[in-house]
């Protein structure tokens, strides 16, 4: 017998009894008075940051007065903010040819007022390395699209199917290294949330 085939059998042989699941329904009811301002105070408190808009003109002008004038590479893959972006989009491309990008625009499935995250899938990245490859980060969501907290968004996410998905919140940052705080570390070094109320 390998040495690989003596753990196996020593984990198989020492499984502990299976359990029920815990009850969760009395945090199922847990939830804000004003999930959206609770949802801007999280994402703040972490160093994000939030812009409500009721329109997409309004957040092209919010990129383009940050960005458009820096002769940055600008990326999006938001259909309806296209011409703020000062490169395409191609479909499926290599992670390194994403490695100059300063901005990434992107759409969020929804955001989840407790810990002030978006859910986003591949499909709305075209590539995973999209929201952590590039210097700044900014996800759109609707308004409506707001959850209160962790327990709901799963229930939201349910029995979906998809390849790849996570939870983002606020800029990169790491304190690892002497407790000295690092943004950007291994991802964006900003992340701005447009909360848009269409």
Same mark, same amino acid.
């Given at each position: 017998m390998s040495s690989r085939e003596k753990i196996l059998a020593a984990v198989a042989a020492n499984k502990p009894e299976a359990k029920p699941l815990p009850d969760i329904e009395p945090f199922k009811h847990i939830g804000y008075?004003?999930?959206?301002?609770?949802?801007?105070?999280?994402?703040?408190?972490?160093?994000?940051?939030?812009?409500?808009?009721?329109?997409?003109?309004?957040?092209?002008?919010?990129?383009?007065?940050?960005?458009?004038?820096?002769?940055?590479?600008?990326l999006s893959l938001v259909p309806e903010l296209d011409d703020v972006a000062t490169s395409a989009y191609e479909i499926n491309p290599d992670a390194h040819q994403l490695a100059d990008v300063e901005l990434s625009i992107i759409k969020a499935h929804? #955001?989840?007022?407790?810990?002030? /995250?978006?859910? +986003?899938?591949?499909?709305l990245l075209g590539h995973r390395a999209v929201p952590f490859i590039c210097q700044h980060l900014a996800a759109v969501i609707n308004v409506k699209n707001i959850?209160?907290?962790?327990?709901?968004?799963y229930m939201?996410?349910?029995?979906?199917?998809?390849?790849?998905?996570?939870?983002?919140?606020?800029?990169?940052?790491?304190?690892?290294?002497?407790?000295?705080?690092?943004? #950007?570390?291994?991802?964006?070094? /900003?992340?701005? +949330?447009?909360?848009?109320?269409?």
């Open positions: 008075n004003d999930v959206i301002g609770q949802y801007e105070t999280v994402l703040t408190t972490i160093g994000g940051a939030v812009h409500r808009v009721n329109s997409w003109d309004e957040i092209k002008a919010i990129v383009s007065e940050k960005y458009n004038s820096q002769n940055v590479r600008v929804f #955001g989840v007022a407790e810990n002030g /995250s978006v859910w +986003v899938t591949e499909e959850v209160d907290t962790m327990h709901r968004a939201r996410i349910g029995e979906a199917e998809y390849g790849w998905g996570a939870f983002i919140a606020g800029p990169s940052k790491t304190a690892d290294i002497e407790q000295s705080l690092v943004l #950007g570390a291994h991802g964006p070094r /900003s992340m701005t +949330v447009f909360l848009l109320n269409d």
